[in-house]
């Protein structure tokens, strides 16, 4: 219902612009920002794009005004949220108490993985993590009072309950990440690896977060899929802080084809350590991971929007 309240208002908007731009011809330059809609109503004229940015942040800006409120128990969660994801690094230093290398990958080496892909993952889990509870609003009807505002579905979804804790991880996997780099100050760093560092989180983040989008529209067919959804980002992390030589070459061919997760650090991080593919894929691909994010999250974008307009409530 919302999608087609917010057609309607597009739609009148578009026509505001078309008589605004008639008028325009004889009467000088008019505001193509608003018209008289209907009974004089003025509607604004905004993209969808703009109006889900705009929506997403009054939302999560109402959230963070919330967090705020008690600003100690802000401070204690997201300290208990970096403390909670550092474990798995911790754990990662003590099994290199008992080895000097995994899979030919020193532990600075590894501790690029594990910072890298922890900085992706907490990013999209601050931005877009709220989306795999579609299945639970669906379930208790919750859904149906967001499809009558005028506001996107998905800004709405990814911005509720905005959870500022999560810089716990982001902070914890650019404190590794930051560690790792100074460790490695043997490779021989240029202006391209450099940047790769930066682009490797960001584009990460961006698949992460297309990966996110995807198993929330998965959980318009299946009701509750959360786990699935996090089994590919939660589980798809873990993976990826390990080397892709410990894995079978089956795995890795799915993870670099199927469900591109191997651009979300492996491949960028090969070309900035200076290893080969263990796949023997050309140097190039290590540049693709924006282009993949963007591969990826068209596929789940149409996916979302078929998943909004075949919903059905649950009449409750």
């Given amino acids: 219902m919302a999608e087609r309240v917010a057609e309607d208002g597009a739609v009148a908007a578009g026509g505001a612009s078309a008589e605004g731009g008639a008028k325009a011809g004889g009467a000088g330059p008019r505001a193509p920002a608003e018209r008289p809609a209907g009974h004089g109503l003025l509607v604004p004229r905004r993209s969808r794009v703009l109006e889900g940015l705009r929506g997403y942040g009054l939302i999560a800006a109402m959230w963070i005004r919330s967090t705020m409120t008690y600003r100690t128990s802000f401070l204690l969660s997201t300290f208990g949220n970096a403390a909670i994801t550092l474990l798995d690094f911790v754990a990662i230093m003590i099994m290199f108490s008992h080895v000097d290398e995994l899979g030919g990958f020193t532990l600075p080496e590894i501790a690029l993985l594990y910072g890298s892909c922890s900085a992706s993952l907490g990013l999209a889990d601050l931005l877009l993590g709220n989306t795999d509870r579609i299945g639970t609003r669906i379930r208790d009807g919750s859904l149906d009072t967001m499809l009558v505002r005028p506001v996107p579905v998905l800004a709405q979804v990814a911005a509720d309950r905005f959870a ?145 307009r075949s919903y059905r409530s649950t009449g409750s």
Avoid at 170 to 179: D, K
Avoid at 205 to 230: L, R, S
Avoid at 245 to 253: G, I, M
Avoid at 265 to 272: E, F, I, K, M, R
């Fill in 164 to 308: 500022l804790r999560r810089l716990g991880r982001i902070g914890q996997g650019i404190a590794v990440l930051g560690w790792a780099v100074s460790e490695l100050d043997q490779l021989h760093w240029t202006v391209g690896k450099a940047l790769m560092v930066p682009v490797m989180i960001t584009a990460g983040a961006a698949i992460f977060g297309a990966v996110m989008v995807g198993g929330a529209a998965f959980q318009f067919i299946a009701g509750d899929a959360a786990e699935v959804q996090n089994s590919f980002t939660y589980g798809g992390c873990t993976m990826l802080q390990y080397p892709p030589t410990v894995f079978a070459k089956d795995l890795l061919r799915g993870v670099t084809f199927i469900v591109p997760l191997a651009f979300v650090n492996w491949l960028p991080a090969l070309y900035v350590l200076g290893r080969p593919d263990p796949l023997g894929l050309p140097g190039w691909v290590a540049f693709a991971s924006p282009l993949v994010a963007f591969v990826v999250f068209l596929p789940a974008s149409l996916a979302w929007r078929a998943g909004v």
